[in-house]
């Protein structure tokens, strides 16, 4: 039967081997696995098997889990959009936020971190597809934002993330991923000393690798699919 570790030794496998292909260094490219939905025990199941930093989209069922594996210390990383009645506790419970495309939210956030813990770290989200029903900046929008982000006290502006349409054509996925590459690339020669590309999940993070991610997001390959949340 295939585990949950089975299938994380494989995407590690796998996230090795492209970091290889394209001429990255091996460990550049950090893995987050995306347990939204996925009990407690599953996580714990990928601890057991190596994994560290998981991510989260649903913040009441995070806290259950942070609750649950705290004896783990695993590191959280939120990846939705960010509500302001709930910047509080995702600023005081996770280490990263994938995801930020309002100021408001930044500004809420550094004030809600607690100063006894480390900077929260901070991507923008950029819509890199255009879709209107997503969230992220406007590719025109970034340095704006980055620029007031940045002097944020309790924030670590780290870089940029983004969730591209699905699309199967391969030239796209590779066109949509090379412009958030070239956004943070213009974002350093402009000043900013950022590291980050979170993007990339399991149909198409070995193509985000070859343009340049640093994070990629994954939870099916790892975890199977998806299980329903109940109203």
Known sequence: MTTISNRLQAVTATLRATETANGRISGSVSLVAVSKSHPPEALREACSAGQR?????????AL???SALRDLSPEWHFIAPVQSN???LIAENFAWVHGVDRLKIAQRLSDARPENLPPLNICIEVNVSGEASKGGVAPHEIKALADAIAPLPRLKLRGLMAI???TKEVALQHQQFRMLREQLAALNAA????DTLSMGMSEDFTIA???GATIVRIGTAIFGARVTRGL
Not at 53 to 61: H, P
Not at 191 to 194: F, I, T
């Open 209 to 211: 690798i070859a343009e």
């Open 191 to 194: 000043g900013h000393a950022l």
């Open 164 to 166: 591209p349409a699905p």
């Open 86 to 88: 709930k910047t509080r």
């Open 64 to 66: 259950e889990k942070i």
């Open 53 to 61: 930093a998981f991510g989260e989209n649903y913040l009441q069922e």
